[in-house]
């Protein structure tokens, strides 16, 4: 799982185009949206697209993003429990 | 720098404030180099430029390559003074296509067939405007145009239009083309 | 002293016909071209408004010679044609061409970008083909490119630089666009009804629709619509929602109303951009509100239509001029229960009315809104 959390972490700074955050900075129970990554709508989209794309997961409600991104926590659970890549 | 002149049909003149040209990696604001890069792909001389102007804006990593060159010449102009009453009135010649481009390249294959909504958001060349827009705080008057080649006489009068009508007090005008590795842009203030 | 600008003539190409009486027909008994379409193999079914294929061909075929057209081409000249013939190209004539994508379905599996692609060029195929003389300027500011390529005519006819222009605005269906608004969540599950409670998402649509306007309308015109006001505002808050008070939109009627020295009350009809998105018609309803314009009668036409993109604002427009010389307003179709925080007066079937002057509105990625404003002269 820890694995997974660091990987989610690359990938976040890079499929959203963070360049100035560090892995480090992204704190595993810190709030993703509504915190200091400055992230919106569209991210919250690329996200689903990530999931589908990377884990083979494909969001049948996609207002359940909400939830399932609200940290590197909750998305590394979600993603372990439903991942078919 | 001796501002230009033009005459209108109606006898009265604009006048042009400042201008910035980027290309080949080098930004020059009225003459002058304020920047430049050995960098030969236009993602490293933008990154380098926006270190270069310290502008601390996450937002331009996400933006396309337009939107970079546009951005980066506006922010030279633009700076941080009041432009509530600024119109932008932006043309070229390639639109969005390189961003269309990359954007059908992620739908091309069935198998790999991931559309990315924020590649997509960018295939429209308006977009580099609306970035300007929210940077500067700018709720004003906005136009894209695409031409096959930069009309400044049809951008002058089309932007004097506004001026006159007094929709907005200055206009920030110009030829923002990209495609791939060939880009340039010619951005300029006008006013009455 | 500006001088008066009017549209005199108009046509369109659309799913519900290739010519206005065809369409403003089916819209009375309210025909809408939205239907179930599979068109992309790894999508499901999804509802959107298409032109027929075959009778688009025919069309064409019935009309023209040559072949080496797109479809998109072919829409164009088409929509065209009619006005070509009874208007006169002069060397001051304009000819102005409005569309998001373009031949964008030409960039499939390319490694190289086909000339097609380049909106000059499909622009400069059209005025070549019709014998324009001067160059032809292309809109492409997102869904507002409509409504802004009258306003642009106006403009640069009282600039002095034209005498007329002939205005063309047309987007097609494409795998491109389909997808990209499906990443965006934005494609509605059924046939989509502008500001009603149960909203959630669009329909995709094509169309192509041209109009002639002139400062020297000739004695022989059928009608004149003066355009009286126009403004394009940005939102300057986010390059795909738009502003949470309608800030963009609210300046750009305003400005456009306070051009055309039109107030509230004197407007008689509102064509609205009514997308079925959850948060462009909320937008819409907080701006028409800020402008006190609750009261006027208001539809949208994407449930008749889907959402044409660089089609819509012209398409729209013609279908309101229809109205007016019909006196008639026609219902927001698909709207059953409100679903906007602010009131509007939202057509719910035909009725007679006396429609003089007219808003059309229009918004668009990139945080664009587009106002123009028409006088039934």
């Known amino acids: 799982m820890e694995n997974l959390k660091t990987e989610l972490k690359h990938k976040i700074i890079n499929v959203l185009n963070l360049e100035d955050v560090s892995i480090e900075e992204i704190n595993d129970s810190d709030p993703l949206f509504g ?29 359940k993003g909400k939830d399932i991104f609200q940290s590197i926590d909750t998305m590394a659970a979600f993603i372990e429990a439903n991942r078919t890549k | 720098m001796q501002p230009l002149y033009w005459k209108n049909a109606n006898v009265e003149f604009m006048k042009k404030i400042n201008s910035c040209t980027i290309e080949h990696s080098k930004i020059i604001v009225n003459d002058e180099v304020i920047f430049e890069s050995q960098a030969e792909l236009f993602s490293d001389f933008a990154k380098e430029a926006y270190k270069s102007l310290h502008l601390n804006y996450p937002k331009f990593h996400k933006m396309d390559h337009l939107s970079k060159l546009a951005f980066l010449a506006a922010e030279t102009l633009l700076q941080e003074d009041d432009h509530s009453s600024t119109a932008i009135v932006f043309a070229n010649r390639s639109s969005s296509l390189d961003t269309d481009f990359k954007y059908q390249e992620s739908i091309n294959s069935q198998e790999n067939y991931f559309p990315s909504p924020a590649v997509f958001v960018y295939t429209l060349p308006n977009i580099c405007v609306g970035e300007i827009s929210i940077k500067h705080h700018m709720q004003t008057e906005n ?25 907005a007090e200055k206009v920030l005008c110009g030829w923002t083309e990209l495609y791939q590795e060939s880009y340039k842009a010619f951005v300029y203030l006008l006013t009455l | 002293m500006k001088q008066d600008v009017y549209i005199t003539d108009y046509n369109c190409v659309t799913p519900l016909g290739f010519d206005v009486s065809s369409n403003w027909d089916a819209l009375l008994q309210g025909k809408s071209g939205v239907a179930k379409y599979k068109i992309i193999d790894s999508l499901d079914a999804f509802y959107a408004s298409a032109i027929d294929h075959e009778k688009l061909e025919e069309e064409f075929n019935r009309n023209f010679e040559r072949q080496d057209f797109t479809r998109l081409e072919k829409m164009f000249l088409l ?65 507002v490119s409509g409504v802004m390529a009258i306003a642009v005519a106006k403009n640069m006819i009282q600039a002095g630089r034209y005498k007329d222009a002939f205005v063309v605005a047309g987007d097609e269906l494409s795998e491109f666009v389909i997808s990209g608004f499906n990443s965006f969540q934005a494609i509605g599950s059924e046939p989509c009804q502008p500001y009603d409670k149960n909203r959630n998402g669009i329909n995709i649509g094509e169309a192509a629709a041209a109009a002639y306007i002139t400062s020297h309308p000739s004695e022989n015109e059928k009608f004149r619509f003066k355009i009286l006001g126009d403004s394009a505002v940005n939102d300057a808050n986010h390059i795909s929602g738009p502003s949470r008070t309608g800030d963009g939109l609210y300046a750009s009627i305003k400005n456009a109303m306070t051009e055309a020295h039109v107030s509230p009350e004197q407007i008689d009809f509102i064509s609205a951009h009514g997308t079925a998105t959850l948060y462009n018609d909320e937008m819409e309803a907080i701006a028409f509100n800020r402008m006190e314009l609750q009261h006027v009668p208001l539809n949208s036409m994407k449930a008749f239509y889907g959402h044409s993109l660089g089609a819509s604002g012209l398409l729209e427009s013609i279908i309101s001029m229809e109205s007016a010389l019909h006196h008639t307003l026609l219902p927001s179709k698909n709207f059953k229960e409100m679903g906007v925080s602010h009131p509007l007066n939202i057509i719910t079937e035909n009725q007679t009315a006396e429609i003089n002057y007219i808003l059309k509105t229009a918004s668009g990625f990139g945080g664009c809104n587009a106002a123009i404003v028409l006088e039934k002269c």
């Open chain 3, 79 to 143: 929509s065209l044609k009619p006005l070509i013939e009874k208007h006169t190209i002069s060397e001051d004539t304009a000819f102005i061409l409005s569309t998001t994508k373009g031949n964008i379905s030409l960039l499939k599996n390319q490694t190289t970008l086909p000339e097609g692609v380049y909106l000059s060029r499909l622009a400069q195929k059209i005025a070549d083909f019709f014998g324009f003389t001067t160059k032809p300027i292309v809109v492409s500011n997102a869904c």
């Open chain 1, 35 to 63: 915190g200091g990554l400055g992230l919106d709508s569209i991210d919250a989209l690329e996200l689903i697209v990530l999931l589908d794309k990377d884990y083979g997961i494909k969001l049948a409600d996609p207002k």
């Open chain 2, 143 to 167: 136009a894209f145009f695409v031409l096959d080649e930069f009309d400044e006489d049809f951008l002058n009068d089309y932007s004097r239009q506004i001026l006159e009508s007094g929709k």
